[in-house]
């Protein structure tokens, strides 16, 4: 249970944090959604979705949850991180870039890799490089 537990905790993070949720974190809701339609059907039905409620719900009620369910989070957990591990690779790796050449963009719904697109071709290798590897 306590990795059950853990992986509630980086998707409710992830859940709610502000602003319009990406493709990926859409995937990873319906991925919950899907893997936990029963217990949501039968415990949080009358929960009011958005800003964690649903997985707080959940949560409340993890000793009940079905193999299918504890998969289905422990999945969108596993996806999260590894979206998040790239995310880092790629900030590491493209920091002097995004200072060279996006410090004036507002963070957020993809602006940052859209102005590395567009300077794309002055970028450096090593962002360039990981832009690559994180594509893959």
Known sequence: MRTLVTCMIILGCIMLVGGPASAAEKGL???????CKAEI???CKDVTPGEGRVLACLFAREDKLSMRCQYALYDAAAQLEQAVVALTYLANECRDDLKAFCSG????EGRLIDCIEKNKEKISDRCRHAIKDVSK
């Open 29 to 35: 809701v319906e991925i919950v959604a899907d893997g």
């Open 41 to 43: 059907e039968t415990y």
């Open 105 to 108: 963009v507002k963070p957020g």
